[in-house]
């Protein structure tokens, strides 16, 4: 959107040449296939830290509440192998 805005605001203000034309559509369709790119990158990286967010908030919302129901909180749960 803002590859489109800044040519429709170049051409409307200022007498372009052809190969001004020619440059401006070429330095925004950089611009747009570099955001690609880098979106490209990071989606994996977000995925996967939206799934382990989301595991690690189930784990803790079970451990806030035993798994079978009971409601044992952390603060007064006793693990303990005695």
């Known amino acids: 959107t803002f590859t489109l805005y800044s040519l429709l605001i170049t051409e409307l203000t200022g007498e ?3 190969l001004d034309r020619v440059r401006s559509f070429l330095i925004g369709g950089m611009a747009i ?3 690609f790119f880098m979106l490209w990158h990071r989606l994996p990286d977000a995925i996967s830290s939206s799934i382990c967010r ?3 908030d189930f784990y803790v919302e079970t451990k806030k ?5 009971g409601g ?4 007064t749960r006793r693990d303990s192998f005695d």
């Open 65 to 69: 509440h035993d798994f079978y129901g």
């Open 16 to 18: 372009m040449t052809y």
């Open 33 to 35: 296939l570099t955001a």
């Open 54 to 56: 989301s595991a690690h």
């Open 72 to 75: 044992i909180e952390l603060s």
